[in-house]
């Protein structure tokens, strides 16, 4: 049978099979193969919705809150619904029939869902299967579908079935049950195109959804569907081609309803007279600009390739720009897991990858941050705190959305205080904000937005601590750090060493825009009512936070964790993940010093200029045998931080953990969605960690530290407006600023200062002393 998308495969290295059906991995299956824009995210279901799919449709920032205990991300209507049943009353498909043939492929350079398959009724006849689906990354509100379907033994009549599908939940979270966010509030049929209207229950927000449908038998003419069910007979061998045509968009007031509902029809029909082959084209072109800036090609090593394209693909399909409405969940728009809501996990993993690949979504990161500072203001307030106190678990308001009750690791039902002890968020944004200005020196942002960001969070740490009369330093205490198996601990080195920092680092902008730009402190000082006296305290204050660290660097990760029962893990799972001792319960981890995730060596990994090699190594071995992985936020920091003790082997077996924890399922929780944190960390342990790119003293600095079975890097990095090309191996960089400009830029590069003139080819050897540069192509 003719491969009738052949065209659009790519070779191996750009794809990820499923070569075979099986139902106890569909739901981890539909999160892999998910697909985005940024605006909206659809799970990589099958188009004839075999039982237990966990269809999922999302529209980016639409939350809402009916019989749940907290907002949820809304599962919208599904459009990808395709529903074929023969005259006996067999659907063709999965569950019905035989599976002679079944393979899926997610092109990611591409883009596109792919499946080939061949079923067998119970007459012995056989159906070729063929689908191909895309949520245009060129035109962000449309979905396209194509199915070609033909009988191999025999003429048959098709029952067609292909309406945009409403019988969609939301997944129920512990004991809440299925839950339906949204009501059908309009339908309707009209140039053979159909729509609906729903709204969502709490916040009345409007979704408009469209479709139009059309056919072609073996290439023959477009015959345009009058309805969305309908019959068809086909003969032997012959081939119908269906293409089905989405619109998805949404309005946050009623009141814009009958304007916008002429738009959209507006818009859909521009794009469903525009020919498969032009949709089709127009979204690739698209993915093509978005792979020349991100990918990372990975020389000698094809597995490991693939699945660095992998993460970054799901990074890529969840970035948006549209003003701050909306932020990156926990899991992306791939699943339901967290609910959708928004943790440090976007402002601490992910933004780094966006800042120096898609500058604009690392932008939307921070503005969705700013826009909810009301929202912060309100929570600091009500626990008697000033400036802002961004909430653990975000969603549409920026208001604090954890919820009561959880699972823990053995599965029993715990209550949840995360909400309560994890403050170190609030300092995670302030670092965000700086971290994204480094990189971009977008000023404009700052001036908006980011020192009133960078000020009020350090107003909050201000109020925050408490002053020791004995010790005469300043203590936190309440607090629960990254590691969550110990709670409401006091002086947790990750949460005090970053509101240390979030203090000094808004005191010295504060006073370095006294000279530089004092119109803009004019400004804020009306605006959030800020004196240079306030001001002033943050740095004395800053100084005497208090940190525990004994006279050989080894921090304490919190007051009183030395005295902890000392438990090392032996022994590891599969995957390389520790196992906890079999007599340990669940409920007794916090009497012990087993640490869930990286603490104090996130604290290492993010503050990496404030210690040296000697503090760094000391902690490293000694919270290595005691850290268990229980979050999928751990692997790539102990990448990261192996490569910078040049414990490489190590550095090598934690980046392949977390590189494969969607992809093999590490956490058991695949098909929730997949893992943003994940994706985010395990760029920065390939970038920071193996290319060794690092910022100090603002300059962009170069020291690889590769694998030993790789054999090149090359990648591409957006800094300060600049486009920076690096080709490395272990002992050599090239790179090429791609830059308008004029002036040089300045770098270091193995250690030493060096500027660059732009559009050049340079080439830097390690070995050779007074590292010299020379053009290369």
């Known amino acids: 049978m003719k491969d009738i998308f052949s065209k659009y495969l790519d070779d191996d290295l750009w794809s990820i099979y499923d070569n075979k059906w099986e139902r106890s991995l569909q739901g981890i299956r539909e999160s892999q193969f998910a697909q985005g824009n940024g605006y909206l995210g659809s799970r990589g279901i099958l188009e004839d919705i075999p039982y237990d799919t966990i269809a999922g449709t999302y529209i980016a920032g639409i939350y ?34 035989d599976i002679l043939e079944h393979k899926r492929i997610l092109n990611m350079r591409k883009g596109l869902l792919l499946r080939q398959a061949v079923y067998r009724d119970s007459k012995n006849r056989r159906y070729d299967y063929q689908s191909l689906r895309f949520l245009s990354m060129n035109n962000k509100n449309i979905g ?122 507006k818009e859909f ?74 943790f440090w996990d976007t402002d601490i993993f992910l933004l780094p990858f966006y800042a120096f690949v898609a500058p604009a979504a690392a932008r939307n990161i921070l503005l969705y941050r700013h826009k909810r500072m009301d929202a912060a203001r309100e929570i600091a307030k009500s626990l008697g705190y000033k400036g802002v106190m961004f909430p653990w678990e975000s969603a549409g308001l920026g208001e604090e959305e954890a919820p009561t009750w959880t699972k823990d690791i053995d599965g029993t039902i715990i209550k949840i205080t995360t909400d309560k002890f994890e403050h170190h968020i609030t300092a995670d944004i302030a670092y965000a904000v700086y971290r994204y200005y480094l990189i971009t020196h977008d000023i404009a942002f700052m001036r908006d937005y980011g020192y009133e960001i960078l000020f009020e969070t350090a107003r909050f740490w201000a ?69 240079d006296n306030e001001a002033k305290k943050w740095k004395p204050i800053s100084s005497k936070i208090k940190i525990n660290i004994k006279k050989d660097g080894l921090i304490e990760q919190f007051d009183g964790y030395f005295k902890l029962k000392r438990f090392i893990w032996t022994k590891t799972d599969e995957n390389g993940i520790p196992l906890l001792p079999k007599k340990l319960k669940a409920k007794d981890l916090h009497k012990t010093q087993l640490v869930k995730q990286a603490d104090v060596l996130m604290l290492l990994c993010i503050l990496s200029d404030y210690f040296n090699k000697k503090t760094k190594k000391v902690n490293y071995d000694f919270y290595i045998q005691r850290t268990v992985h229980k979050s999928s936020l751990s692997p790539s920091i102990h990448s990261l931080m192996a490569s910078e003790c040049q414990d ?24 929730d969605g997949i893992h943003a944190a994940s994706l985010g960390g395990t760029w920065q342990a390939l970038i920071y960690g193996f290319a060794g790119i690092g910022i100090k003293r603002e300059v962009l600095s170069v020291d690889p530290q590769m694998p030993q079975t790789w054999n090149k890097l090359i990648f591409s990095l957006c800094w300060r407006g600049d486009k920076i090309r690096f080709e490395m ?49």
């Open 463 to 531: 109020s925050r601590v408490k002053f020791n009369k004995k010790l005469k330093k300043y203590d936190i205490d309440g607090v629960i750090g990254p590691d969550e198996f110990h709670e409401d601990v006091k002086n947790n080195a990750y949460t005090n060493m970053m509101a240390k920092w979030n203090l000094s680092t808004a005191h010295r902008l504060y006073f370095r825009l006294r000279t530089s730009a004092p119109e803009v402190l004019r400004d804020l000082r009306k605006k959030i009512d800020i004196t």
């Open 144 to 265: 396209v579908m194509q199915i070609a379907v033909t009988p191999l033994d025999g003429p048959v009549e098709l029952d067609i079935n292909t309406g945009i599908d409403t019988s969609v939940h939301n997944a129920g979270v512990l004991t809440e049950g299925l839950k339906k966010h949204f009501r059908l509030k309009e339908l309707g049929q009209a140039d053979n195109s159909g729509f609906l209207v729903v709204e969502t229950f709490e916040k009345r927000y409007t979704a408009i959804f469209r479709s139009g449908f059309y056919y072609r038998i073996n290439g023959g003419k477009k015959i345009l569907a009058k309805d969305n069910i309908f019959k068809l007979k086909l003969k032997k061998n012959q081939t119908a081609v269906f293409t089905k045509i989405c619109y998805i968009g949404h309005i946050l007031s009623e009141s814009d309803l009958g304007k916008f509902k002429a738009s959209s029809a």
């Open 269 to 342: 029909r521009k794009s469903f007279s525009t020919s498969f082959d032009i949709l089709i084209g127009d979204h690739i072109r698209a993915w093509e600009r978005l792979w020349k800036d991100a990918d990372i090609v990975i020389s000698g090593t094809a597995n490991l390739q693939k699945m660095a394209r992998f993460n970054i693909y799901h990074m890529l399909i969840c970035a948006h720009e549209d003003g701050g409405f909306s932020g990156i969940g926990a899991r992306t728009l791939s699943g339901e897991g967290y609910r959708g809501h928004i």
């Open 64 to 97: 809402d809150r009916l019989t749940s205990q907290v907002s949820e991300l809304v599962n919208f209507p599904n459009p990808f619904n395709f529903r074929l049943t023969t005259e006996n009353g067999e659907k063709v498909g999965i569950l019905a029939m």
């Open 648 to 671: 490489m082997d190590r550095a090598y077996r934690f980046f392949n953990v977390a590189l494969r924890t969607d992809m093999s399922n590490l956490y058991r929780n695949t098909k």
């Open 729 to 777: 191996d272990k002992d050599s960089v090239k790179i090429r600023v791609v830059s308008r400009k004029k002036k040089r830029s300045s770098f270091e590069i193995f250690g030493k200062p060096h500027t660059l003139a732009p559009n050049k080819n340079y080439s830097f050897e390690r070995k050779i002393h007074g590292i010299g540069t020379e053009e290369y192509y």
